[in-house]
């Protein structure tokens, strides 16, 4: 049975067969293929064009609607599950369409429906259907996808309407301009997504390109080209800078899709920074002359009534066009019974064999609200490609690191890295693999840690406390200007080198400087570590000369995607890498400005920093040790102190 949850459940060919029969609407209407079909709306949030287009869709196909005004004053008032929800009406209806104001509440629902159902908007993560209304709109004005630079702009972590846009853009090969409001760029998850699935790469663009809309704000420019490396910007990099700036300056914009602040998201005043508008400035500048202005409405205030005189601006034909695509949409789903699979790379799907395991981290997800109606179920990714092993929750799309793995059979974890690859491989398809979001959720099922082969000591107190003094010096010569410095230490022994170095630098310069942290798969954002004043609001990037701190390098993988964070946030001067211990091996060019140590190692060498204070870690040390394989390990008094993350 086909159903429409995310815009990845549709190949292009699909789509532009949609597109084909909201073509043929007037002929659509006058056959009534749905005829003696009913379509249930379900809205549990509020609604006008996206609810009125689908019922005036079902009824001009010949069906007809059943609805609840009200989702408060249905059973769900009551207590009753999504899931139970879904599968009574499912007995009432033919389609079900289903808006809900959390993150993959539609995936938990199509798992317990009889018939198809669509999604109408989940929580902040996808629209479908919004963007196949924009998609659409965007071909009947610029003939053809492939190729056209649109900006995407306002509350791209929030706004659902553009996570799906994105992707689609993306997948018909056009080019993405990200402007957000400030502290609302697009999530992580999604440029992962961009740039894994696509192959898209990003580049910051020049603002003042971009000025008529906002101030103030850098742009990222994503394209599938990938014609740079984030790896050059560790490099000390005017010269890249420049050229990438007359890159993407004088692009040209063939379309502007402009989004309302999501307030119902975002916990009242955590965001009031000023937002981006649309306004008589924009329809003034040259470079806009043949920009289309879209919006998925409703607006407030940052598209002025100014637009809807100018020929540009065709956010109403959009809305208008919701009825014809969401007619040959049902039509499309009811001729279609088989389900297709969504295709998603390599990714395998992964379900804790134990009682107790990860849990996604989005709050506002399905699994968290009400996990009755949507057991953990993820996405494994990257298994033996790169250093870290990556679970992508399957109902909201959000990803998180795995920490610590586990064998069920041994009865044996650990903190997982590289060397860990090939066994995990064979446990999950044992289904022996067990993953822990912490030691102490092993340790309540009785698990013992991985016993470690003996450890080579590669560096000592003295030695690490001296190279950390050196590296110091070396960047305080080679910074321009010292008050731009920001020491970002990558989470979380990073962060702890980070702020060793900040302070020798204090020591040396008897000035502190600025510290941040940056977390990969946690919150995905940059925030101050240690700030003397707690209010004192966001890290800016602008123009700063940032040193990002970590323990190991390796295969570089994380340092790329510590860079993408970087640069989606800010435009810094320059990014420059400092890192304790250099093992080789790399898979992305990069190459660390700083390093303490060389150490080639092989794959199944651990290389761990220890730092005291860290997990009661008695002393610095650097080591070297293999692991035991786990088949048959008895538990030890002599197992390795598993705490902190290995590289
Ligand atoms: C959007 C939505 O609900 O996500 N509206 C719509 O469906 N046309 C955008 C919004 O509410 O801002």
Redesign the pocket.
Known sequence: MRRLISIADLTNEEIEEIFSLADEAEQLRAARPASGQIMATLFYEP?T??RLSFESAMQRLGGSVISCSDMKSSSTAKGETVADTAKVVSSYADVLVVRHNWDGAVQAMAEHADVPIINA?DGGHE?PT?TLCDLYTLRKEKGELKGLTVVVCGDLKNG??IHSLVFALARFGAHVVTLAASGMELPQYVIERLEREYGYGLAPVASNDLSAVVKETDALYLTPKQPHQLALFTQVDEIIQARLNTMASGLRYDAFYM??K?KERIKEGTNDASYPTIGAAFLREQRFQDTVVMH???RVDELSQEVDKDRRGIYFKQAAYGVPVRMALLKFLFDRQETLPRSRGAAISYESPEAIGPQCRNPNCITSKEPLSAPKRFELFAIGESGSVVLGCKYCDHRFKVQYVGNVAAKRYGSYDYTLASNLKEWLKKGELAIFDSIKEAEELGYEPFKSGPQRVLMGEAEIKQALAEMSGRILSDCRDADRLLILGVRSVGSQLAQRLAMEITNQRQRRPELGEIDIYGNEELRRLNPADPDIGPLNLKDREVILVDDVIYTGRTVQSALSIIFRSGRPQSVRLAVLIDRGHREVPMRPNYVAKNIPSSETDRVRVKLCGLDQEERDQVVMYSLIPVAGSQPSAAAGNEKTAVK
Do not use: I, V
Request: charged content about 20%; aromatic content about 0%.
């Open positions: 609604s064009r996206t908007g629209h919004q659902r309407t989004t309302r999501q998925p409405l409703p």
